[in-house]
């Protein structure tokens, strides 16, 4: 399943929220540089979806704040 994902860099504490419109808004503490970011959120899906980090592959927005994840 593809998930449309807004990422919130340098939150106050990972939180993984459900929006109206079906997507997701990810907050991550982690800093948005050299993928950290990334790696955060995948991390946070993983643990909010119950699956392993490997289930999860970034399909599109690397570097922007929308992303594009396939579970």
């Given at each position: 399943?593809?998930?449309s994902v807004r990422v919130i860099a340098?939150?106050?504490h990972n939180l993984v929220e459900?929006?109206?419109d079906g997507s997701y808004r990810v907050?991550?503490?982690a800093a948005p540089t050299d993928g950290k970011a990334n790696i955060a959120v995948t991390t946070a899906l993983a643990k909010f979806f119950?699956?392993?980090k490997s289930n999860?592959?970034?399909i599109s927005?690397?570097?922007a704040k929308n992303k594009v994840f396939q579970i």
């Open positions: 399943m593809k998930i340098h939150a106050k459900i929006q109206p907050r991550v503490t119950g699956c392993a999860i592959k970034l927005g690397a570097t």
